[in-house]
């Protein structure tokens, strides 16, 4: 059975940073492509970052460019999503994705697994 938990959300005050973990399991990590999104109340499931399997084509929303930075590691089974400087706009809880396909898409069909979500709280 796949698993992906994330992990590292809280409270950071505007301009801070926070670190996100998703550590997948019952999948062949190498395989997959994997991505970030975030959904604050009200709103939409949002892109936030994704890359394929091997770590390479990344993309990032338009929101976050600039300021947020996905990496994976292979061997651990686990991607990572550095936030920096934080707004009160990035409020939302946070869920990791992964595609079989192995890519990283924009939107939220093509993704097999999700995380439960940790959410992340910016105050002002």
């Known amino acids: 059975q796949v698993h992906l938990v994330e992990s590292g959300g809280g409270l950071a005050q505007a301009g801070g940073s926070l670190s996100l973990s998703c550590s997948a399991s019952?999948?062949?990590?190498?395989?997959?492509?994997m991505a970030w999104f975030r959904q604050a109340p009200g709103k939409a499931r949002e892109f936030v970052a994704g890359?394929?399997?091997?770590?390479?084509?990344?993309s990032y929303g338009d929101s976050v460019k600039g300021r947020f930075t996905i990496s994976r590691d292979n061997l651990k089974n686990t991607v990572s999503l550095q936030m920096n400087s934080l707004k009160s706009e990035d409020t939302a809880i946070y869920y990791c994705?992964?595609?079989?396909?192995?890519?990283?898409?924009?939107?939220?069909?093509?993704?097999?697994?999700w995380g439960q979500g940790t959410q992340v709280t910016v105050s002002s």
């Open positions: 994705a992964a595609a079989r396909a192995g890519a990283s898409y924009v939107y939220a069909r093509p993704y097999d697994y």
């Open positions: 890359g394929s399997r091997t770590g390479g084509n990344i």
């Open positions: 019952g999948l062949t990590f190498s395989d997959y492509g």
